[in-house]
């Protein structure tokens, strides 16, 4: 399922952007940036064979803190992300169940994801929402499971993470009824949509993360709304092992390349690779109400 369900670059305008040619992995980089990786699926089997050497290469480049999300292969891996945020102190983790898999959702699910809500290093729910662009789990399916897990974040008090693909009209109304008045907020991830859905979304708190298909030469349309929505708002990804950045397209994606993602918003906004990291770090520290020394440097 994780092979399909990724988000879909925009067919937009034919836009080519400038988005650093540097090698970052190899790049020495003095001062370090202030980097995060606001979705990055380290559990994955991509990862089995060099997990720790890179980990080690997000590090070098200035990853200060990644979002390992916990859906795992689907819901009978719930604690996917967890044994990344028990051993690092830099990583953090999220729960919950993918659109893709709603289908399998069960009430034990449920109140197995109630009590993991309550381990001090998951931050977020996520990625939950609607996916559209496949027939399949029907829509009915995915909105009851979307649903049910808005209902136990606002119990748990975290912040959700959305997958929403081919889906804004189904999705924001549900976010506006039931998620807006909470005012906990959240991230609307691998964001795909207009720059309206965008907006609508930073109505209700939620923080646009932006992944690697904004340095895509099609992504023109992606882009311009990069270049519009206010700078405090947003947050970069990976969403690895998905999703490579142009030039490494077909290969697989690590949180390192995150910088490149960091480059792409900079060249839209005309900032320093460095300014766009920072204040996407900011960012994600405010939503999740952690101050920068709660991203130590010398854990590894
Ligand atoms: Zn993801």
Redesign the pocket.
């Given at each position: 399922m994780h092979v399909r369900g990724r988000c879909a670059s925009r067919d937009a305008a034919e836009i080519t952007v400038p988005t650093g040619d540097q090698s970052p992995t190899d790049a020495v980089i003095n001062p370090p940036l202030d980097l995060v990786d606001s979705?990055a699926?380290l559990d994955f089997a991509q990862f089995d064979a060099d997990r720790d050497e890179m980990l080690t290469r997000a590090r070098k480049v200035g990853v200060k803190t990644i979002l390992a999300?916990g859906?795992g292969e689907g819901p009978h891996q719930l604690r996917a992300a967890l044994p990344f945020a028990e051993k690092y102190d830099w990583i953090y983790a999220s729960i919950g169940i993918h659109p893709d898999a709603a289908h399998q959702a069960s009430p034990a699910h449920f109140d197995e994801m109630r009590e993991l809500a309550r381990h001090p290093k998951v931050i977020a729910w996520g990625?939950i929402g609607l996916d559209y662009h496949y027939d399949e789990p029907p829509r009915e399916v995915q909105q009851r499971v979307f649903r049910r897990q808005v209902e136990l974040a606002r119990e748990a008090e975290l912040p959700i993470i959305i997958?929403c693909r081919d889906a804004w009209d189904d999705c924001l109304p549900i976010l506006e009824e039931m998620w807006k008045p909470t005012g906990i907020g959240g991230i609307l991830?691998?964001f795909t949509g207009t720059e309206q859905h965008a907006r609508r979304g930073l109505d209700m708190g939620f923080l646009v993360s932006f992944a690697g298909n904004l340095t895509y030469p099609k992504s023109g349309a992606l882009r311009q709304v990069a270049a519009k929505l206010p700078l405090d708002q947003m947050l970069i990804e990976t969403?690895s092992p998905?999703l490579s950045p142009q030039g490494r397209r077909g290969k697989r994606n690590e949180p390192a390349f995150v910088l490149e993602v960091a480059h792409a918003l900079a060249s839209v906004r005309n900032l320093a690779v460095d300014e766009a990291a920072t204040a996407t770090s900011a960012n994600f520290r405010r939503l999740f109400g952690m101050s920068a020394s709660m991203s130590p440097e010398d854990s590894s």
């Open positions: 979705h699926h999300i859906i990625e997958h991830h691998c969403d998905f």
